[in-house]
Nanobody, 127 residues
Framework: QVQLVESGGGLVQPGDSLRLSCVAS????????VAWFRQGPGKEREFLAG????????LYGDSVRGRFAISRDNVKNTAYLQMPSVEPDDTAVYYC????????????????????WGQGTLVTVSS
């Protein structure tokens, strides 16, 4: 099983671009479906984006579709979330997670379907 560590968060200004990284250790990262979630203050954990093991298929949550982009580099055992032009509402703890297979429910990836989670990285968007 893999272990996941996120990085790249911090305090940024509205309109800034940010790229989060999720580095995996352990065996078999290239076999896992990877997803990004976030949890804002007082909010439930929200699915943002997912990518299949080869990187050939991606899907996005409604709130970030067309804004954020997920990608992965299986040679580097790393997944990314590109966040151009962040907004104050993007303030949250961002988590990456992995599963041995993709599960969809109503077109979304349920958090309960992910087997491994990172510890999260805090993104604060404020002027």
């Amino acid at each position: 099983q893999v272990q996941l560590v996120e990085s790249g968060g911090g305090l940024v200004q509205p309109g800034d671009s940010l790229r989060l990284s999720c580095v995996a250790s352990g065996r078999g990262f290239g076999d896992y479906f990877v997803a990004w979630f976030r949890q804002g203050p007082g909010k439930e954990r929200e699915f943002l984006a997912g990518i299949n093991s080869s990187g050939s298929y991606t899907l996005y949550g409604d709130s970030v579709r067309g804004r954020f982009a997920i990608s992965r580099d299986n040679v580097k055992n790393t997944a990314y979330l590109q966040m151009p032009s962040v907004e104050p509402d993007d303030t949250a703890v961002y988590y990456c997670a992995a599963a041995s297979r993709l599960t969809l429910r109503n077109g979304m990836v349920p958090a309960t379907s992910l087997e491994v989670w990172g510890q999260g990285t805090l993104v604060t968007v404020s002027s």
